[in-house]
C-alpha cells in the first residue's frame, strides 16, 4: 500500500525566514509521481509541483525548492523567505501507475509578520 | 487554465435528505475525481472516473454514488445524508495520459456541506 507521512502538522515561523516542509512516502513501484498543492484559507487546492521517480533532480522556483531523495523516500518542500501569503495547508501526495493521488495529512503554515 | 467549478460553495441540508454535489470542469479531460477533507485525516478519496459512465470505488465509497453522463460533469450523490457526511467536499480533474496517477489533478474551490 501507498502512505505519505507529513510528520509536520503545524510550522509557525517569523517572516522572512526559511522553512522546509518535510514529506516521506512509501511505495513498492519503480514508477510513481510525487506533487505538492497548496491549500490557502480559501479551499481550493493550488497544484505546485510535479515530479516523477526517475527525475531526481532538484527543482527550484522563485522562493520555492523541493529535495527530492529517492535514498532517503523523501520530497521536502522548502520556502526562502518566507511571507504571509505563504500561509496555507501543504499536502504532500503520491500516484502510481493506475492507482490515483494518495495524500498526506498536510502541515498547516503560519508566517508571522 | 483549467477550470474546476463546484456548485455550490456552503450547502446546509438534513438527515436523511438526498444531496446532489454538481462539479463541472472545461478542460476536456478524461478523469474526475470526488475527495472528502476532514480535519486531522487529511483527503481521501471517494470515487473517480476515468471515462464517461465509469467509475471506480476509492477508499471510502461506503454511502456515497456517483454519475457521469457527459464528459465535463461529474456528479457525487448522498442517498441519505448523515451527520458524519458533514465534510468539505473536493472535486478534481485530470487530463488522461496513460496511467491516471501519472496526471496532474486540479482543484475545484470546495463545497463544505453540514447535515443537521
Known amino acids: 500500500a501507498q502512505k505519505v507521512t507529513q510528520a509536520q502538522t503545524e510550522i509557525s515561523v517569523v517572516e522572512k525566514e526559511d522553512v522546509t516542509l518535510d514529506c516521506v512516502y512509501e511505495?513498492?513501484?519503480?514508477?510513481?509521481?510525487l506533487f505538492w498543492y497548496k491549500q490557502p484559507p480559501s479551499g481550493e487546492l493550488v497544484f505546485l509541483i510535479r515530479r516523477n521517480s526517475f527525475d531526481e533532480q532538484n527543482e527550484i522556483s522563485g522562493r520555492y525548492s523541493w529535495n527530492f531523495q529517492k535514498s532517503t523516500s523523501s520530497f521536502n518542500f522548502t520556502i526562502t523567505a518566507s511571507q504571509v501569503v505563504d500561509s496555507a495547508v501543504y499536502f504532500c501526495a503520491l500516484a502510481s501507475g493506475n492507482t490515483p493521488l494518495v495524500f498526506g495529512k498536510g502541515t498547516r503554515l503560519s508566517v508571522i509578520a | 487554465d483549467v477550470k474546476v467549478t463546484q456548485s455550490s460553495r456552503y450547502l446546509v441540508k438534513r438527515t436523511g435528505e438526498k444531496v446532489f454535489l454538481e462539479c463541472v470542469q472545461d478542460?476536456?479531460?478524461?478523469?474526475m475525481f470526488w475527495y472528502r477533507q476532514d480535519p486531522g485525516l487529511g483527503l481521501r478519496l471517494i470515487y473517480f472516473s476515468y471515462d464517461v459512465k465509469m467509475k471506480e470505488k476509492g477508499d471510502i465509497p461506503e454511502g456515497y454514488s456517483v454519475s457521469r453522463e457527459k464528459k465535463e460533469r461529474f456528479s457525487l450523490i448522498l442517498e441519505s445524508a448523515s451527520t458524519n457526511q458533514t465534510s468539505m467536499y473536493l472535486c478534481?480533474?485530470?487530463?488522461?495520459?496513460?496511467?491516471?496517477?501519472?496526471?496532474?489533478?486540479?482543484f475545484g474551490p470546495g463545497t463544505r456541506l453540514t447535515v443537521l
Open positions: 511505495t513498492r513501484d519503480t514508477t510513481y509521481y
Open positions: 478542460m476536456d479531460h478524461e478523469n
Open positions: 478534481a480533474s485530470s487530463l488522461s495520459q496513460g496511467a491516471i496517477g501519472a496526471d496532474t489533478q486540479y
